[in-house]
């Protein structure tokens, strides 16, 4: 398997996470899919089947447990909770863990026991021989009622009696203890029908009546263990060393082995990852929770799951020791979508292999915690995420985000008003709420889409290509300490280097416009304020390169022309993406629909439509690296140039046949041209599953037709709807994509 060790998983949008656990090998194409679409979500219907009086079904997070190294085998948890912070604590804990070999664990047989209760027996003494001697026979007779079991190598393997004696409440009583392995079913329904089963014969041997047979969730037969040791050197934090640390977590540790108090509370936290494990894998929390701590209380007083102590090298080592009786097959698991892919994505091959990961899991939350509460306290980070939980509830949206929720944790006010306040403060300071007057003194470029012709385009073909009512808009403010950068809705704000090998990619091309403007010897603050989603094949990097040129042309009256402007973005273009065709910076220069064709220089065609079109953006969220996807169509060149000269040519005449449409404003034609250009693009190989799964939404509900646009890989596609454009948009967002309307011409 695959590690399940991500690099910055958290900072990824849903689909981009989704599509990193597909590119592990941890769940097919179709099964991300659905999780994007939702169909992994439990049909009303379904759940009809599954509980009485049903009305609907409620939904909880399905998050990963990241960074788990188990017994030397790499585990991506599948958690099912709605409380902030445990995910995140999780995958920080088996982070440290994993740096010392990660977590053992060990489980004996998945027992589970089945209890018959016997009252009115004349000889309880005589009665608990009896059993005792014939329990053979009732094992075989259990047994034959579950023959499927027994062949895979499960089925009742022991029976125990146990007299319990009069007191001035209770009558005395026999309690037969059925031990039965259920192999991966967790067994419940199993065990009561064995307990059913063996009741009538029992009666016979002992001469009493049965009265209660039903499973125990004291699971103490099924016993799972897991440790830990952690060196000091990885526990150490800001401002304490890791002896400090360690020898916190161990008093902590203490305190709950003696405090039933303190315990319960101690116990919880392990309970929340246990739990959440449980939840997402179709097992019963209710019964694992409820034989933990059971199991807690065996003894004189209610006490903790989990020790840790010091170990012989100074290390903190931490052990857990709980019952756990789950299971990973059976009717219930598979009749929820949701489980049977959160199973496939555990990737356990047995029950007792589930249950190690989970004791893991409630070791590494329990862990966390503690670590939390002696160093900076356990608040902290649920108020960070309580934080985005707000923050969500008052509107911030993506580019905003983490801005607002960076400023509530720090005011310490975790309030919907006060989220709200800030929406709206930072939106004002990124230019979205600027006011129109100010937006428009401001210098642009637009973003675009193109309608036909993408990577063709590149080796001389025509395109066609149309703004769209999204722009980059930037202005110039004098600085007295160098150049400074600042793009909010990217999170830059940094100040340019003059050492080219040092840049980053973002401060290539504005180097590059100083160094050809002749002002690298000016101090300044360059700000840019984008519409245009980053890396979405909406021509974001051309229109940031030509609202720049004009800002710095306005505030230092350079004069520069349109022509002027378009031929430097075009450079920067060729810093950003090696061999682009230029029809990008064009369309940002110009901000009108266009033919282009690549050329020495360039043949421009302005393009006339007859009244405006309807187009919807569908927006995959997985960025679409133009750069990345003209190397793939140019290597693929190199191999075979006649396969792909043919695609360029086929890609050249549906364009002149688009141009045709147009002219007359023959949509139906047109939209047919996309789906077959679309075709053409996949020869190219350079669609992804959630472009083909954008396009085949927006034909599925009414577009005439659909393909992605730029230089694909991710980024966007475009739909024709000039009837429907509600329908598709509404269709897309329900898929988890985002969507807008535009209108070219």
Request: hydrophobic share 45%; aromatic share 4%.
């Amino acid at each position: 398997m695959t590690s399940s060790a991500f690099s910055s998983f958290h900072k990824l949008s849903v689909q981009e996470r989704v599509r990193s656990v597909r590119d592990r090998g941890l769940l097919s194409s179709q099964e991300c899919r659905a999780l994007v679409n939702g169909a992994t979500v439990l049909d009303v219907n379904d759940a009809d089947n599954m509980i009485e009086n049903v009305i609907g079904v409620m939904g909880l997070p399905v998050g990963l447990g990241l960074n788990f190294l188990i017994n030397g085998k790499d585990h991506v948890v599948p958690l099912a909770v709605e409380e902030p912070s445990i995910v995140a604590a999780l995958s920080f804990a088996a982070k440290t863990a994993r740096l010392s070999g990660g977590f053992t664990a060990s489980s004996s047989d998945p027992i589970l026991i089945g209890q018959i209760q016997l009252v009115d027996v004349p000889h309880p003494t005589k009665a608990r021989q009896i059993l005792e001697s014939r329990k053979d026979e009732v094992i075989n007779l259990a047994n034959g009622l579950h023959p499927r079991m027994v062949a895979r190598g499960g089925g009742a393997v022991d029976l125990e009696v146990i007299l319990h004696p009069a007191t001035p409440d209770t009558s005395e009583m026999l309690v037969i203890h059925l031990l039965v392995d259920t192999r991966d079913a967790m067994g419940a329904n199993l065990v009561n029908t064995m307990c059913e089963g063996v009741a009538s014969f029992v009666e016979s041997l002992t001469g009493g009546r049965v009265f209660l047979r039903i499973l125990s969730n004291l699971a103490d037969r099924s016993l799972v263990r897991s440790s830990v040791r952690i060196p000091v050197e990885n526990l150490a934090t800001k401002g304490r060393d890791g002896e400090q640390v360690r020898d916190g977590i161990i008093i902590a540790s203490q305190f709950a082995a003696v405090d039933p108090y303190r315990a319960a509370t101690h116990n919880k936290g392990i309970m929340n990852g246990i739990d959440a494990v449980a939840l997402a894998t179709g097992n019963d929390w209710r019964a694992v929770e409820a034989g933990a701590h059971a199991f807690a209380a065996r003894g004189t007083h209610y006490t903790s799951l989990s020790r840790w102590t010091k170990g012989d090298d100074g290390a903190l080592v931490g052990e857990i020791e709980l019952p756990l009786r789950v299971g990973i097959v059976g009717g219930p698991l598979q009749s929820n979508p949701s489980v049977s892919m959160n199973l496939r994505l555990a990737r356990v091959d047995s029950s007792r292999e589930l249950a190690e990961v989970m004791a893991a899991v409630g070791l590494a939350q329990n862990f966390s915690a503690l670590r939390a509460l002696v160093t900076d306290g356990i608040q902290r980070g649920h108020m960070t995420l309580h934080a985005r939980s707000v923050a969500t509830a008052a509107g911030a949206t993506p580019e905003i985000f983490d801005s607002v929720v960076e400023k509530l944790v720090e005011s310490g006010e975790i309030k919907i008003w006060k989220a709200e306040e800030l929406v709206t403060e930072v939106r004002n300071q990124i230019g979205q709420g600027m006011m129109h007057e100010e937006r428009e003194e401001m210098a642009a470029g637009n973003g675009k889409i193109i309608l036909f012709g993408e990577h063709a385009v590149v080796y001389g073909s025509r395109a066609i290509a149309a703004p769209i009512p999204l722009a980059v808009r930037a202005r110039v403010v004098d600085e007295d300490d160098g150049v400074w950068l600042v793009i909010p809705r990217w999170g830059v704000e940094q100040r340019l280097r003059a050492n080219p090998e040092k840049q980053m990619s973002f401060e290539v091309p504005a180097a590059l416009i100083l160094r050809e403007l002749g002002l690298t010897d000016r101090s300044m603050r360059i700000e840019v304020y984008s519409e245009i989603p980053r890396a979405m094949g909406l021509g974001g990097s051309a229109a940031v390169a030509v609202a720049i040129i004009r800002a710095l042309d306005r505030h230092y009256n350079l004069e520069l022309t349109d022509d002027q402007v378009n031929a430097l973005a075009y450079e920067c273009e060729c810093v950003a993406h090696g061999t682009p065709s230029g029809i990008d910076n064009t369309v940002a220069t110009f901000g009108k629909p266009l033919v282009y064709r690549k050329a020495d220089p360039p043949v421009i065609r302005p393009l006339e439509l007859v009244e405006p079109i309807t187009f919807v953006v569908g927006m995959t969220g997985v960025e679409g690296l133009t750069a990345k996807m003209v190397a793939r169509v140019r290597e693929g060149r190199n191999r075979n140039p006649d396969v792909y000269d043919t695609v360029f040519r086929g890609i050249d005449a549906v364009t002149l046949q688009a141009l045709e449409a147009l002219k007359t404003n023959d949509l139906e034609r047109l939209g047919e041209l996309m789906n077959v250009c679309q075709g053409l693009l996949n020869g190219l190989q350079v669609s992804s599953w959630e472009l083909e799964e954008l396009i085949q939404l927006a034909r599925e509900n009414g577009a005439l037709g659909a393909k992605l646009t730029g230089g694909g890989g991710g980024g966007s596609m475009i739909a024709l709807c000039p009837n429907n454009p509600d329908q598709v948009i509404d269709a897309i967002q329900s898929a988890g994509y985002q969507a807008m309307e535009v209108r070219i011409g």
